[in-house]
């Protein structure tokens, strides 16, 4: 599970995400929401796949677990002082780990926030 100082419930993330500071990156399967925190010395994460995406909440957690294994994997390489907001799409329901894997690391390069001087031999 990922750590609790770097989840954010969902109903507290609305005060802490402003949409006037933040920068939004895609993918076919997902988008993250990429705020700036100065407050916050940890990289904070909020999961949100909604009804459009399944209207069963078994397939709906099962891409929140997913997701989240993939960020414990790449936590060390993503910049801290940042909360993320990762928003499902209906195209990340079939998918599997290994694309989703490359979606989100695609997406952290493509947001400015991939530590690149990190040895990442386990990612």
């Not at 500071?21 to 940890?42: E, G, L």
């Not at 399944?54 to 909360?83: G, M, Q, W």
Request: hydrophobic share 35%.
């Amino acid at each position: 599970m990922l750590p609790r100082k770097n989840r954010i419930e969902r109903n507290k993330s609305e005060k802490l995400v402003h949409k006037g500071r933040s920068k939004t990156v895609s993918s076919p399967y997902m988008s993250i929401q990429i705020t700036p925190t100065a407050n916050i010395q940890q990289a904070r994460f909020v999961f949100i796949v909604s009804r459009k995406v399944s209207n069963l909440a078994i397939k709906r957690n099962f891409l929140k677990r997913r997701i989240r294994h993939i960020v414990r994997l790449f936590l060390p390489v993503i910049k801290k002082n940042f909360t993320y907001k990762i928003f499902f799409k209906k195209q990340g329901v079939g998918v599997s780990f290994d694309e989703l894997k490359e979606a989100f690391l695609t997406l952290i390069k493509k947001g400015g926030v991939y530590e690149k001087n990190y040895n990442s031999s386990n990612s």
